[in-house]
């Protein structure tokens, strides 16, 4: 008896640890992921930029550096304060809330979205003053066809069909944070949706 359970000890033993060790890479791999992600943003944001306005040589030099020089100031300013945001976060996560905090929480956020968007005001001005007509049709190309796509994924003209895909967004949403969800959560999605 006392045999099997130290093998038994053993074997939970080694599983736990695995478990522990898997865990920590999956944190390790989201981290490195956040990391990779954050250390490209600026080339990121270059595509998701040039794919609306097809900037010429001179515009690409131009808004290269724009946003190397605002990812720089981020990274310099805005990262060791988000720091301070989130130890305060942890602590204030433990204590009860209310709608005066949730409202300075707001506030905080939207403070730093500001700065961070002021920023850009200078440098888009000044790349505004090159776009070209033919870049201003391109940007209304995109905008039609990403207003196209959204009345086809959330406006569809059936009323029954908007319902239909708007219970499926709720569903899939809801199952992606809390896993399946049975026919009666899915029942009741359906009817706070309608």
Same mark, same amino acid.
């Given at each position: 008896?006392?045999?099997?359970?130290?093998?038994?000890?053993?074997?939970?033993?080694?599983?736990?640890?695995?478990?522990?060790?898997?865990? @920590?890479?999956?944190?390790?791999?989201?981290?490195?992921?956040?990391?990779?992600?954050?250390?490209?943003?600026?080339?990121?944001?270059?595509?998701?930029?040039?794919?609306?306005?097809?900037?010429?040589?001179?515009?690409?030099?131009?808004?290269?550096?724009?946003?190397?020089?605002?990812? @720089?100031?981020?990274?310099?300013?805005?990262?060791?304060?988000?720091?301070?945001?989130?130890?305060?976060?942890?602590?204030?996560?433990?204590?009860?809330?209310?709608?005066?905090?949730?409202?300075?929480?707001?506030?905080?956020?939207?403070?730093?979205?500001? @700065?961070?968007?002021?920023?850009?005001?200078?440098?888009?001005?000044?790349?505004?003053?090159?776009?070209?007509?033919?870049?201003?049709?391109?940007?209304?190309?995109?905008?039609?066809?990403?207003?196209?796509?959204?009345?086809?994924?959330?406006?569809?003209?059936?009323?029954?069909?908007?319902?239909?895909?708007?219970?499926?967004?709720?569903?899939?949403?809801?199952?992606?944070?809390?896993?399946?969800?049975?026919?009666?959560?899915?029942?009741?999605?359906?009817?706070?949706? @309608?």
């Amino acid at each position: 008896m006392i045999t099997m359970f130290n093998a038994m000890s053993r074997s939970s033993s080694r599983y736990a640890i695995i478990a522990l060790l898997a865990a @920590a890479l999956c944190l390790l791999g989201a981290c490195s992921a956040l990391r990779f992600g954050y250390n490209q943003a600026d080339e990121l944001a270059y595509w998701w930029l040039d794919s609306y306005a097809d900037f010429n040589d001179t515009q690409s030099l131009q808004v290269r550096k724009a946003l190397a020089q605002w990812h @720089a100031w981020h990274r310099r300013a805005q990262l060791p304060d988000y720091t301070g945001l989130l130890v305060r976060a942890q602590a204030e996560a433990l204590e009860p809330t209310s709608a005066e905090r949730v409202c300075k929480w707001w506030e905080s956020a939207r403070s730093r979205v500001d @700065a961070a968007l002021e920023s850009t005001v200078a440098p888009a001005a000044e790349l505004l003053l090159s776009v070209t007509p033919q870049q201003i049709a391109h940007i209304e190309r995109r905008y039609a066809k990403a207003n196209a796509e959204f009345l086809d994924d959330y406006l569809q003209a059936d009323p029954v069909q908007r319902r239909k895909e708007s219970i499926q967004r709720a569903v899939d949403r809801a199952e992606s944070f809390y896993g399946r969800i049975d026919e009666a959560q899915r029942e009741r999605i359906a009817k706070s949706v @309608a």
